[in-house]
């Protein structure tokens, strides 16, 4: 993503946009029955073959007409049933849905500490926020000056995502002026914006109020600080959230503190913990916290977040890091955000040695401050609970199942500093698609298969946007790692082999950038048909569906008079479509290697937990001359899977300059040994059924009614 420093306002191309196309219902298929073929066995593979024929001759052009009809008073197709996948999500955020990023180290010479890191990034947000919120926030562009949607950027401040009875909603406060504190799981507030939205605190003046939060929690003991620990709430099952959140409500002091933090820019986490330069334990902390016992009581920092919000996390030695909600926001959003911060952070750093030093915010915001600040004092104000016995409870067990979830994750991460994208780009292939290929290669050659692997690529140049799936696993990837592993291949045919792996991923990429991907289309069809047909009866298809804001439109345009031949009766309509109940769609919605790359020269590490119970959730960000990875899962040998990606990465090099040196290389290149764990190389054929994991064998329970179908695919995108 690009963006230019310009006067131009920032939402001035929204109208311009062209909407997400829906593409022709045979391309899809198509694509589809492509991504399959690499996963399943030949005869998983007729098998999705029928039934997709079977789509396409009877519900399939019906709920593609339907989807077509739908779109016309929407500005995207797939807006609505994205939010809907997201907020009818059911199992906690925290290590399923809420990614993190880290920044990089201050650069500022000096001591670094959480109050003055702290209150750096802090007036680097709110500076943020006011350009965003005055329309003179720069506009992101893609290559050749393609201009993106910029909407996502009004649902990163002050937005919360709050549990109900029938689901979550996303609540947006947009004159929201306030940020909410938390360190050691108390909470404080202070107000940092005017009505104009100009800072109404200068950084020294916020470095006082962090310094007296700080000293305030610090005065209370262990047990007083569980007792107040209401952030671990949002931890919980979201439904279990919600009737807990309806206690807090029944209460007028919870119900106002509540209110306060729901509408909040965003939470500022001041955690008290030194992280140092372990990147492991840098992960977790971003991730879900720590969880540290002392005397039997929770002290980690698992209980110091709000995870309902944007968290804007700083630990005691100065390391900062973003943990956010994903429903409203995507990582690209939130990394433009991220750079942003750190950037102004170090401008207004060299403006107090040089004040001509550029900077990529208004420069006029100090003078308002300056004008101000002598006379606007802002002391925080403690948010005190009222602690019943039930809500005691409720902490103590949200608390243990909590510290559950987090031992049933590990975190290993890779800082790769052999080479990263330049010399790749040297190699003569994608850095991205380089890097997606070394996680087929590791994960082929610790278990032998190939697996459903998943990568988002942004669609923002459409009008709400969001992203597309890109299927790793081709036909070309199968050869190349089923290849690589033998001596009976020459280092020039392997280098052909992952040059071809490459050019078809980047090929898949750039349909799916353009909107013509297969996963966002066929899961709006699903939705159409569970929305008209699915969940009532057709003749009274024009009732709205349960969770939808714009269902005024939603009648359904279907003649039940007149259906098509292929269509024996309307009750056909109401049998869920061959294609979504074939093992081939559950297949492809069983994601074991998730992935995303989040690349910025500001990023430290990028990471999330794994999407399935046997999957790896894999962050990476490619630099010019390092490669850092962040893997986590449920205790799949995550450290002996880092470890063999560096192998991995490092072989893949070696073997290119083998494949061009004129000098005689050894029959067994130097790591194969160790990519292999000591075994014999061995050839397999990229075609064979023993490399795809058969049905049954995934310890992913299959699902195929319709309510089930339907929790199955949430969107797990990074």
């Known amino acids: 993503i690009q963006y230019n420093i310009t006067t131009m306002p920032t939402f001035q191309h929204q109208k311009e946009l062209p909407k997400l196309p829906i593409p022709p219902l045979e391309d899809s298929i198509r694509r589809y029955l492509d991504v399959l073929e690499p996963l399943q066995t030949k005869a998983e593979h007729e098998k999705s073959i029928a039934a997709c024929e079977k789509f396409i001759k009877t519900t399939g052009p019906i709920l593609q007409e339907q989807l077509v009809q739908y779109s016309k008073t929407r500005d995207s197709y797939i807006e609505q049933f994205w939010f809907d996948s997201y907020l009818n999500y059911d199992s906690p955020v925290v290590l399923n849905l809420n990614p993190f990023i880290m920044i990089e180290d201050d650069p500022i010479p000096g001591e670094c500490n959480w109050i003055d890191r702290g209150s750096e990034l802090m007036c680097s947000t709110l500076r943020f926020i006011n350009a965003m919120r005055n329309n003179t926030l720069p506009v992101d562009y893609v290559r050749g000056g393609v201009p993106l949607d910029m909407d996502q950027y009004k649902r990163l401040f002050g937005s919360a995502r709050i549990p109900t009875s029938n689901g979550c909603v996303l609540q947006t406060d947009k004159f929201s002026k306030h940020i909410v504190i938390m360190v050691n799981s108390q909470f404080y507030w202070f107000n940092v914006l005017d009505d104009d939205n100009n800072l109404i605190l200068t950084q020294e003046q916020i470095k006082l109020n962090l310094k007296s939060i700080i000293e305030d929690s610090e005065s209370l003991d262990l047990k007083d600080i569980a007792k107040s620990s209401f952030g671990v709430l949002t931890t919980e099952n979201r439904k279990v959230w919600s009737n807990l959140r309806t206690k807090l409500n029944s209460d007028k002091i919870n119900k106002d503190i509540l209110k306060t933090i729901d509408s909040a820019l965003f939470c500022l986490v001041l955690d008290d913990i030194e992280v140092g330069d372990d990147m492991d334990k840098m992960s977790q902390n971003f991730l879900c916290g720590k969880s ?427």
């Open 292 to 718: 540290i016992l002392k005397d039997g009581i929770q002290v980690g920092t698992c209980t110091n977040r709000w995870y309902d919000k944007l968290q804007l996390i700083i630990t005691k030695d100065g390391k900062s890091g973003i943990n956010f909600e994903h429903t409203g926001v995507d990582g690209h959003t939130v990394l433009r955000f991220a750079s942003d911060i750190y950037t102004d952070s170090i401008l207004r750093f060299a403006k107090t040695i040089n004040k001509d030093s550029p900077s990529i915010f208004n420069d006029s915001l100090s003078t308002v401050i300056k004008d101000k600040g002598a006379i606007n004092s802002e002391p925080p104000r403690k948010l005190e609970w009222n602690l019943t016995n039930d809500l005691s409870l409720a902490l103590r067990f949200a608390e243990t199942r909590l510290s559950d979830l987090i031992h049933q994750n590990e975190f290993s991460t890779l800082n790769f500093t052999k080479y990263g994208m330049e010399r790749i780009k040297k190699m003569g292939m994608s850095p991205d698609a380089f890097v997606q290929m070394s996680f087929q290669l590791t994960y082929y050659s610790l278990y032998g298969k190939v697996e459903c692997t998943y990568e988002p690529a942004m669609t923002k140049k459409f009008l709400h946007g969001r992203t597309e799936a890109i299927r790793t696993v081709s036909n070309e990837s199968n050869k190349f790692v089923t290849k690589f592993l033998t001596t009976d291949v020459d280092p020039k045919t392997k280098i052909q082999l992952l040059k071809d792996a490459c050019a078809q991923h980047s090929a898949r990429t750039r349909e799916c950038s353009n909107g013509l991907g297969q996963d966002r289309h066929l899961y709006a069809l699903f939705c159409i048909w569970k929305r008209y047909y699915g969940d009532s009866n057709p003749s009274s298809a024009n009732n709205s569906s349960d969770n939808d804001s714009d269902s005024d439109s939603d009648n359904s345009t279907i003649d039940f008079n007149h259906l098509p031949s292929t269509v024996e009766s309307v009750d056909q309509l109401r049998e869920i479509p061959s294609i979504f109940s074939d093992e081939g769609w559950d297949k492809l919605n069983t994601t074991i290697i998730s992935t995303s790359n989040c690349g910025n020269p500001s990023l430290k590490i990028f990471g999330f937990g794994p999407v399935s119970e046997n999957g790896f959730g894999i962050g990476y960000i490619i630099k010019d001359n390092r490669i850092s990875i962040c893997v986590s899962s449920k205790h799949r040998q995550t450290q002996r899977f880092t470890s063999t990606l560096e192998t991995t990465l490092s072989l893949m090099e070696q073997t290119f300059r083998d494949a061009f040196d004129t000098k005689p290389h050894p029959e067994e290149p130097e790591g194969m040994s160790k990519l292999l764990g000591g075994y014999p190389s061995y050839s397999v054929d990229a075609t064979s059924d023993s490399i795809k994991t058969k049905e049954g064998e995934n310890t992913e329970k299959k699902l195929f009614t319709a309510k089930e179908i339907g929790r199955k695919l949430r969107f797990s995108d990074y």
